[in-house]
């Protein structure tokens, strides 16, 4: 279980192309090509953890600002028929507290990507409320879900998010599984002092339940500024503590594809992941491109800079114009996020204003 070492994430060619070529698609300088299309359907939030914002919680973007339903549909749709995305995810904040969300997963469903099939459509939540919004997101045609889970300790989730909310995600975890969308996905992000002892009872736990567990790195995009490399849970740290109560076996890497997950067969009882975005930083393989909530394309998570859509649209332009500015804003992203560089700097919006 080598240490992989630090530095310049890893991309398909390291001297970018100069002339962007005649492809329709979401490509950039390296040769990626965007086709996963991450939207943040709002700002706010139902939580309050300490690893994404401040107690009192943010400013939120004023209303008038967020898309409107109309307008995030026909920006995923020049998406999907128009630059090759076949799969949406919708973040947030937290999605759930977006009203129109069932009519916008269902409009997304209904489109048809270049290949004629059905985009897949996804949903990363706390999954605060999602006991009674599962059933009608599976009929609206969403097709997998992601719960964010830290800890099986309610004590301990109220300490992290500032909630009393232990139980409800617990509800929404199996209401996700009762209506179909199986293999739940669940997101845990280890805190050193707080929940980091709890790498092996959170997989057994999974297992039992038939969810798929994810461990996520947690990475340099909270409100506050506080991140520390040199407090975080590693990647290293987890697959260690794993290691020594299970058999983990190594999936096939050519399966793993453009997912940020690596991942391990435990045993014969099901699967395991871990995403180090920092200490294993996969930018080389991103197929990624981010929409805000309000209307701002970014080409990185990490991006500094962002492409304004939401003033073209407002401001009278074509479908074929919003697709030109989309390409242009994708074609001009870094080769790797830069956290390992001493000259990295975190972007001003925080996660819950960027969605993951």
């Known amino acids: 279980m080598g240490t992989v070492m630090l530095g310049l994430p890893r991309t398909r060619s390291q001297k970018p192309v100069v002339d962007?070529?005649?492809?329709?698609?979401?490509?950039?300088?390296?040769?990626?090509?965007?086709?996963?299309?991450?939207?943040?359907?709002?700002?706010?939030?139902s939580l309050r953890c300490g690893y994404c914002m401040p107690p009192e919680g943010l400013d939120w973007l004023p209303h008038e600002q967020v898309l409107s339903d109309d307008e995030l549909i026909r920006l995923i749709t020049v998406a999907v028929r128009d630059l090759g995305v076949d799969e949406v995810r919708f973040t947030g904040g937290e999605p759930l507290l977006r009203r129109g969300l069932e009519r916008i997963v269902e409009a997304t469903h209904q489109l048809r990507t270049t290949a004629g099939r059905a985009p897949v459509t996804a949903l990363t939540t706390n999954g605060v409320g999602l006991d009674k919004?599962?059933?009608?997101l599976a009929a609206a045609g969403l097709t997998r879900i992601n719960v964010s889970l830290d800890t099986l300790d309610p004590e301990r989730f109220h300490q992290i998010t500032r909630r009393d909310r232990h139980r409800d995600v617990l509800a929404g975890l199996a209401a996700a599984a009762a209506a179909g969308l199986g293999p739940v996905k669940v997101n845990t992000v280890l805190l050193p002092g707080v929940n980091d002892d709890?790498?092996?009872?959170?997989?057994?736990?999974?297992?039992?339940?038939?969810?798929?567990?994810r461990f996520i790195e947690q990475m340099p995009l909270d409100a506050q500024g506080a991140w520390d490399r040199a407090g975080m849970v590693t990647a290293d740290d987890i697959q260690r503590a794993l290691a020594e109560e299970f058999e983990l076996t190594p999936?096939?890497?050519?399966?793993?594809?453009a997912s940020p997950a690596q991942t391990w067969?435990?045993?014969?009882?099901?699967?395991?992941?871990?995403?180090?975005?920092?200490?294993?930083?996969?930018?080389?393989?991103?197929?990624?491109?981010?929409?805000?909530?309000?209307?701002?394309?970014?080409?990185?998570?990490?991006?500094?800079?962002?492409t304004d859509l939401r003033a073209a649209l407002r401001g009278g332009a074509d479908d074929t114009r919003l697709a030109e500015i989309w390409r242009g804003a994708?074609?001009?992203?870094?080769?790797?996020?830069?956290?390992?560089?001493?000259?990295?700097?975190?972007?001003?919006?925080?996660m819950s204003a960027i969605g993951g």
């Open 20 to 45: 962007r070529p005649g492809d329709a698609r979401l490509i950039d300088t390296y040769g990626r090509v965007a086709t996963d299309l991450r939207v943040s359907l709002t700002d706010r939030c």
């Open 133 to 136: 919004r599962a059933r009608g």
């Open 198 to 213: 709890e790498a092996v009872p959170l997989v057994r736990w999974a297992l039992a339940e038939g969810y798929e567990l």
């Open 251 to 257: 999936t096939d890497p050519r399966a793993r594809g």
């Open 265 to 306: 067969q435990v045993g014969e009882l099901g699967r395991v992941g871990i995403i180090a975005s920092v200490t294993r930083p996969f930018c080389g393989d991103c197929d990624r491109t981010r929409l805000t909530a309000d209307g701002q394309i970014r080409n990185c998570l990490f991006a500094r800079d962002e």
């Open 330 to 350: 994708m074609w001009s992203k870094a080769a790797g996020h830069g956290i390992n560089d001493a000259s990295f700097v975190q972007p001003d919006r925080p």
